[in-house]
């Protein structure tokens, strides 16, 4: 019976270093996307220049959803949703967290209107909005101790 326990730990602790390793991956990846011409300066070799990634679609984005705050919001309530809901499943379990941010941030910034898309999206604003607004709550009563 011991040799079990002793795996059970051992594969615990090998799925809480997968998932630091991979997100940092993620994005690691995302830094070497590219994004057209370099914009940081002249350049003497294409293959040593490093390309700023294009951020005006990420900036509008942000602007959909009302600001960076409900962005922000919206990611930390969609990781804890994505941990809840995609823990149990073998491999979808290790990618819980940022595909549940993902997932939030995208629903923020879903256009208004009066269809379920813009339905959502608002739902989405308003969770991101009572997260960040529980987040400074929480910051304040913690400095009053």
């Not at 994005?27 to 003497?44: E, K, N, R, V």
């Not at 959909?64 to 969609?78: D, E, H, I, L, N």
């Amino acid at each position: 019976m011991a040799p079990q326990q002793k795996m059970g730990v051992s594969m615990r602790r090998s799925k809480a270093v997968i998932l630091p390793i991979a997100v940092g991956l993620f994005f690691l990846g995302l830094l070497y996307l590219p994004s057209g011409p370099a914009t940081s300066g002249p350049s003497h070799s294409p293959a040593l220049s490093l390309e700023i990634p294009n951020l005006s679609k990420f900036n509008e984005a942000v602007d959909r959803a009302g600001g960076t705050r409900v962005v922000v919001g919206a990611a930390a309530v969609g990781a804890i949703g994505g941990m809840v809901s995609l823990s149990p499943l073998p491999v979808l379990g290790q990618l819980g967290a940022p595909l549940g941010a993902a997932a939030g941030i995208y629903c923020a910034q879903l256009p208004k209107g009066k269809d379920t898309a813009g339905k959502a999206g608002e739902f989405c604003r308003d969770v991101g909005r009572a997260a960040t607004a529980f987040w400074t709550v929480l910051q304040s009563e913690m400095k009053k101790d």
